[in-house]
């Protein structure tokens, strides 16, 4: 199973949005409404920002938006801020031989 | 709180088995709300989905990893547990325990800090 394709840099000034994309194909991505993404620092566990492609669990910042289309599910910042300088990963469910999840490249958000 | 933590060796042989142990807190492993997860990050490197595990025992595996991997739950000391048979350099990496949450879609919201392990003789 081939990793999810997305940018490896995305830059934005402070409050400005950016949007990170995370391709994938029919059998995961496309297929279902289950893509999540995670913002990770340096030294740090990766933390959930989305689910079920647009839903943001309690806490999370409304700046951080989700959504899909076709087989490329997008992760938008809004309002860039210093503290969001880190990698970014999309991680979907995926269905090929058996079920199982699949991580994206990861894209590193540099703050301007 | 619920609170993952991940024990084990630190390094491991090359073609021996890395066995590393989550122990989790604040909660039992048997709810089936949850399911639990390992992933791993190879220095530098992105983040590796390894395989899950579901209260019933059901297991799911990386397609790519699958012929190396096992992962068991322990109710009794409310821990799960990785296998992984035949490492090599390449399986070097930070790894995680994290639980795959109903709640949220089954996105893994919870996460250990991570253990490194360092495959070499």
């Known amino acids: 199973q081939s990793a999810l394709t997305q940018p490896a840099s995305v830059s934005g000034s402070p409050g400005q949005a950016i949007t990170i994309s995370c391709t994938g194909t029919s059998s995961d991505v496309g297929g279902y409404n289950y893509v999540s993404w995670y913002q990770q620092h340096p030294g740090k566990a990766p933390k959930l920002m989305i689910y079920?492609?647009?839903d943001r669990p309690s806490g999370v910042s409304n700046r951080f938006s989700g959504s899909k289309s076709g087989n490329t599910a997008s992760l938008t910042i809004s309002g860039l801020q210093a503290e969001d300088e880190a990698d970014y990963y999309c991680i979907s469910y995926a269905s090929t031989t058996t079920p199982h999840y699949v991580f994206g490249t990861g894209t590193k958000v540099t703050v301007l | 709180q619920k609170q993952l933590q991940e024990s084990g060796p630190g390094l491991v042989k090359p073609s021996e088995t890395l066995s590393l142990t989550c122990t989790v807190s604040g909660g039992s492993i048997s709810s089936s709300s949850y399911h639990w997860a390992w992933i791993r990050q190879p220095p530098g490197k992105g983040l590796e989905w390894i395989g899950n595990i579901y209260y019933s025992g059901y297991t799911y595996y990386d397609p790519s990893l699958k012929s190396r991997v096992t992962i068991s739950l322990d109710t009794s000391k409310n821990q799960f547990s990785l296998n992984l048979s035949s490492v090599t350099a390449a399986d070097t990496a930070m790894y995680y325990c994290a639980r795959h949450s109903s709640g949220v879609g089954n996105a893994m919201d919870v996460w250990g800090q991570g253990t490194t392990v360092t495959v070499s003789s």
């Open positions: 079920n492609v647009s």
